[in-house]
Structures are given as C-alpha cells and as structure tokens.
C-alpha cells in the first residue's frame, strides 16, 4: 500500500482469487474497496 504504483494486473489477480475462494460473503466483498479505487480513481494508483 506504501508504494509509489501498484501493479494493477496483480490486484486484480488478487481480487479474483479472493472473492472465488472465499465460502463467506464477507470474504467474497473484501476486494471491493481495491477494485473501486482501481475503477474510479485509476489516475492514483
């Protein structure tokens, strides 16, 4: 979260994997705020 860009492919790896393997609704929502930031404000990432 400190660095100077983020590695936008990787994230939404990330998300994926998160809300594919998660059994709960909580963990399936965890990557929202990441992919919101990602959608609307690409230009800070």
Do not use: K, Y
């Not at 990330?14 to 059994?23: F, G, P, T």
């Amino acid at each position: 979260m400190q660095a100077d860009t983020w590695d936008q492919d990787l994230l939404n790896d990330l998300c994926e994997v998160m809300a594919d393997a998660s059994i709960c609704g909580l963990g399936q929502a965890a990557p929202n705020p990441i992919r919101l930031v990602m959608q609307h404000f690409p230009e800070e990432i």
